[in-house]
């Protein structure tokens, strides 16, 4: 069974960043689609990003694009989620989460699609 360990939150300024990182026990080599999600006190939970470990492709909510950006180190079963130009309606538990597919070029960030899932980081940002 996969395991997903997130670190990287903390309490940080409107402004600043942070870099959260989720370390798979499975390689992440091919046909791995890993994603962030994010789910607020009372909120539901939202998708923020996703990126397909075979060709490296990204899909990151609009709303936040340019300023947070998904990546990848597949040679150490690692994904990353860098924040920047933190706000305070950006403060939730993050999440990772993965799931194996057949194939493809873009993975979801719909949470329904995800089976494995970490315990998650907290990221506080204070106004």
């Known amino acids: 069974q996969v395991h997903l360990v997130e670190s990287g939150g903390g309490s940080v300024q409107t402004g600043g960043s942070l870099r959260l990182s989720c370390v798979a026990s499975e390689n992440l080599d091919g046909n791995v689609c890993m994603a962030w999600f994010r789910q607020g006190p009372g909120q539901e939970r939202e998708g923020v990003a996703s990126i397909y470990s075979t060709t490296g492709r990204t899909n990151v909510l609009n709303s936040l694009k340019g300023r947070f950006t998904i990546s990848q180190n597949t040679a150490e079963n690692t994904v990353y989620l860098q924040l920047t130009n933190l706000k305070s309606e950006d403060t939730a538990q993050y999440y990772c989460?993965?799931?194996?597919?057949?194939?493809?070029?873009?993975?979801?960030?719909?949470?329904?699609?995800?089976?494995?899932w970490g315990q998650g980081t907290q990221v506080t940002v204070a106004a």
């Open positions: 989460a993965r799931e194996r597919v057949p194939g493809g070029t873009m993975c979801p960030i719909t949470a329904i699609f995800y089976e494995t």
